[in-house]
């Protein structure tokens, strides 16, 4: 069994309706109770939770300061490539779009290692297109090595593996694999997934599936909101989440919460989450499960992520290049998406410290050797 049987159970339209149906009664019960179902997020969610959203605020701050403390993990991405098999509508990565291509070598990866190092960061997040051929598991065992030596925790956003190329990179020191079905509508899916691998939408969804039985310490979700109503994909990312916790419950989680952003391709959003709507996400995540980590990234503007932080996120990126060769050696016209926070790590260290929080920028230790 894998997470598709569970979401083949479940029918979108219904899911939508049921969030949309819900009432004041619905939410306040769920703010009322210790512990919350799906059924609880689903009211948390919904239109009829907006009047709640200070209540839900107190409470999402106060579960997040029981289990985390007064702490804000931080991490940075390093793009390793460019290249890419697929067709996506809404990926300035999309082997459609004329852009120059590019792929590090050993040595340019190392100056970037050192680069980021000299900010501050003992994790990253390696980040590609989806090419197997030219990036995949060889290249990856390659450069794993020489990043490792640099950092204490290394996660991966890449193209979804099998079972045993992903046990096969824990041995190279994977700590932590993101992988984001971008939505769980599957026609709204095809439309968006032109050409490529990345079109096989059972093989994306049960990748949560593999790394857990690979045993891959955090295995990140979450939806790109834009492409589809976004409280119905949240309501499935939370199911998802549910079903993982429940097979593979030594593995640890996270969510993160990207919205469509500007990129080559240009791809106007089906769906609009304002910031208000954001919040309200981010609180009743926190509300459904206060173990789970919360993550925000730079593709937020500066004013949300200080205001919003101290609700219930856990982790942040800070100083992010989106594009190979970023840290070392600035090329813009190589960019995934724009960002909109670009301050310096050490700027948003001191706004977090400012809110209270202490910047976290190693709280990993293990025994990988370094002898490979």
Not at 105 to 110: H, V
Not at 299 to 328: H, N, W
Not at 333 to 354: G, K, M, N, S, Y
């Amino acid at each position: 069994m894998s997470f598709f049987e569970v979401w083949s159970s479940l029918d979108w339209d219904d899911i939508k309706l049921s969030i949309y149906g819900k009432q004041a009664r619905d939410v306040e019960r769920a703010l009322a109770r210790p512990k919350r179902d799906l059924q609880d997020f689903m009211a948390l969610i919904s239109p009829a939770a907006e009047p709640y959203l200070e209540q839900m605020a107190q409470q999402a701050w106060r579960l997040t300061r029981q289990r985390f403390g007064n702490t804000v993990g931080f991490y940075i991405p390093l793009y390793l490539s460019n290249l890419c098999a697929n067709d996506c509508t809404y990926c300035g990565f999309s082997m459609s779009n004329r852009l120059k291509r590019r792929t590090l070598t050993e040595a340019e990866i190392e100056r970037e290692c050192l680069a980021i190092k000299a900010m501050g960061f003992d994790t990253v997040l390696l980040v590609t297109g989806e090419h197997e051929g030219k990036v995949g598991l060889d290249y990856f065992k390659r450069m794993l090595p020489i990043i490792k030596r640099h950092f204490s925790y290394v996660m991966m956003e890449v193209q979804p593996l099998s079972r045993e190329e992903y046990a096969e990179l824990r041995e190279y020191g994977l700590d932590s694999v993101m992988v984001y079905q971008e939505t769980y509508q599957h026609l709204t899916y095809d439309q968006h997934h032109i050409r490529g691998k990345k079109k096989d939408f059972r093989w994306r969804l049960e990748t949560p599936d593999r790394l857990g039985k690979a045993g891959i310490d955090k295995i990140g979700l979450g939806a790109l909101f834009g492409l589809e109503d976004w409280r119905a994909d949240s309501f499935y990312v939370a199911a998802h989440l549910r079903y993982l916790q429940k097979h593979y419950w030594q593995t640890r989680y996270s969510v993160s919460f990207p919205r469509l952003r500007p990129c080559a391709g240009g791809l106007e959003p089906k769906s609009v989450m304002s910031d208000r709507q954001l919040v309200q996400l981010i609180c009743a995540y926190r509300l459904f499960d206060q173990e789970l980590e919360l993550s925000l990234s730079t593709r937020e503007s500066e004013q949300f992520r200080d205001k919003v932080i101290p609700l219930g996120i856990t982790s942040i990126s800070a100083g992010s290049k989106t594009q190979p060769g970023g840290y070392a050696d600035a090329t813009v016209e190589l960019e995934q998406f724009e960002i909109d926070d670009d301050r310096a790590p050490a700027e948003v260290a001191r706004a977090v410290a400012a809110a209270g929080l202490q910047p976290v920028w190693k709280d990993w230790d293990n025994s990988y050797s370094a002898s490979r």
